[in-house]
């Protein structure tokens, strides 16, 4: 069964940071982009970044700057690292391990982490 385990977020200060872990311990992780995802509140779920197994990230334009992805894929997690953290980061966080194996998607998430920035 695949799992992807999400820690951090929790209550934090605008202009502070947090640290999001996500571990995928069952699937050959090196293969798969790995991915951060976001959804507040009455919103649409959107991409905050996203890793590919050789390193080659991307950002959506509202964290570039601040938010940092990272892996590493003898410990099979990925990282993202929020900084100068924001009211409008506020929402529910999500891994994701994604990978096209013949044509077809394949792709899994974690649970969901909260992350709320408030004063």
């Known amino acids: 069964q695949v799992q992807l385990v999400e820690s951090g977020g929790g209550l934090v200060q605008p202009g502070e940071s947090s640290r999001l872990s996500c571990a995928a311990p069952t699937i050959t992780f090196s293969i798969y982009t790995m991915g951060w995802y976001r959804q507040a509140p009455g919103k649409q779920r959107e991409l905050v970044a996203a890793?590919?197994?050789?390193?080659?990230?991307n950002y959506a334009d509202s964290v570039k700057g601040r938010f940092t992805i990272s892996r590493d894929n003898a410990k099979k997690t990925v990282h993202l690292q929020m900084n100068s953290l924001k009211s409008e980061d506020t929402a529910v966080y999500y891994c994701?391990?994604?990978?096209?194996?013949?044509?077809?998607?394949?792709?899994?998430w974690g649970q969901g982490t909260q992350v709320t920035v408030s004063s």
């Open positions: 890793i590919t197994g050789g390193g080659s990230t």
């Open positions: 994701n391990a994604d990978r096209v194996d013949f044509g077809q998607r394949i792709t899994y």
